[in-house]
């Protein structure tokens, strides 16, 4: 099968050797992303952090030919648990009618201090 990986330019993904998302045949498999924007700051709440990392995978899918409607499956890890309900919500007003299969667990740190939540995602594309 053919392989796509899709790159940010992040100038990471070169150093750590990664792709932002990868489609074999009709999978998509995304990185965990973080609620960077295009400048690649991080800032707001878990809510915030949460709808921006969304939007980033979103971006992801799209580039690799799917869509927020084929994910399957989301991982969220999230450095403090008691703010799941802000997660809950922004995941929810992404995916509340699509429903995939979805994991929430806390994590000691992420890569950097001012991350609060990262998120991966699978799709299939039927």
Excluded: C
């Amino acid at each position: 099968m053919e392989r796509k990986n899709i790159s940010t330019g992040s100038k990471w993904e070169p150093i750590i050797g990664y792709s932002r998302a990868v489609r074999v045949g009709n999978q998509v498999f995304v990185s965990g992303t973080t609620g960077s924007d295009a400048a690649g700051k991080v800032a707001g709440d878990t809510y915030a952090q949460t709808k921006q990392a969304l939007e980033n995978i979103a971006s992801a899918l799209t580039q690799a030919g799917a869509s927020l409607s084929n994910v399957v499956r989301t991982r969220i890890f999230m450095t403090d648990i008691t703010a799941w309900e802000a997660a809950g919500k922004a995941h929810g007003e992404v995916f509340g009618e699509i429903r995939p299969a979805t994991t929430m667990v806390e994590v000691k740190k992420l890569i950097a201090p001012e991350m609060l939540v990262e998120i991966e995602a699978d799709a299939v594309i039927a």
